[in-house]
């Protein structure tokens, strides 16, 4: 079972540029797909990004497409989140989360189904 863990979270201003990190223990890390989801305050958990177990394909949210790159690298069981022209509308707490089964044109939907969640990571853009 993989275990995951986020990291990089923080304060930034409009405009500014944030990397998150998701570390993944356990040997069989390069078969899951991985992925991000994001809470804000008072709304339910929506989907970012996911990138597949291979990193071959990736699908974004709408509201990040163009700002946010997701990335994976298998060889240091880790996966990535880079924003950039952060906006106050991206003020949330991140998860990542990892699934074997699901493909990714799936996990904006699939919220309530991933096999493993990390604990989250909070990112504040201020104004």
């Known amino acids: 079972q993989v275990q995951l863990v986020e990291s990089g979270g923080g304060l930034v201003q409009a405009g500014g540029s944030l990397r998150l990190s998701c570390a993944a223990s356990?040997?069989?890390?390069?078969?899951?797909?991985m992925g991000w989801f994001r809470q804000a305050p008072g709304k339910e958990r929506e989907f970012v990004a996911v990138t597949n177990w291979s990193g071959s394909d990736t699908v974004y949210a709408d509201s990040v497409k163009g700002r946010f790159t997701i990335s994976k690298d298998s060889a240091k069981n880790a996966m990535y989140l880079q924003m950039s022209s952060l906006k106050p509308e991206d003020t949330a707490v991140y998860y990542c989360a990892a699934d074997r089964g699901r493909p990714t044109w799936q996990w904006s939907a699939s919220a309530g189904y991933l096999e493993v969640w990390g604990q989250g990571t909070l990112v504040t853009v201020s104004s």
């Open positions: 356990g040997r069989t890390f390069g078969r899951y797909a």
